[in-house]
Nanobody, 116 residues
């Protein structure tokens, strides 16, 4: 059974930091491309950051220089370090994993709220 379980969301003031974690199980994690999306109320889900199975990272322009994605294959976990948070970063953050071109898996989401 595949599971992706996020943690680390919460309420933080503008300029603060949070670290999201997403622990996976049920598939061969080290071969998967993994990453984070977010969805704010009334908006479409948007890509935040990805890290592939070789450790290469990509970021959305709106988080470059503020967020950092990393992975620990031994723990089957992907992290998102979020610094210099802004109110517009408020959203539900979802992790995903794509072990192959034919399947992908999603977590249940974790709420991040940045107060002004």
């Amino acid at each position: 059974q595949v599971q992706l379980v996020e943690s680390g969301g919460g309420l933080v003031q503008t300029g603060g930091s949070l670290r999201l974690s997403c622990a996976a199980s049920g598939f061969v994690y080290r071969i998967a491309h993994v990453g984070w999306y977010r969805q704010a109320p009334g908006s479409q889900r948007e890509l935040v950051a990805t890290i592939d199975n070789g450790g290469r990272t990509t970021y959305a322009d709106f988080v470059k220089g503020r967020f950092a994605i990393s992975r620990d294959n031994a723990k089957s976990t992907v992290y998102l370090q979020m610094d210099s948070l802004k109110p517009e970063d408020t959203a539900v953050y979802y992790c995903y994993a794509q072990p192959s071109a034919y399947n992908d898996y999603w977590g249940q989401g974790t709420q991040v709220t940045v107060s002004s």
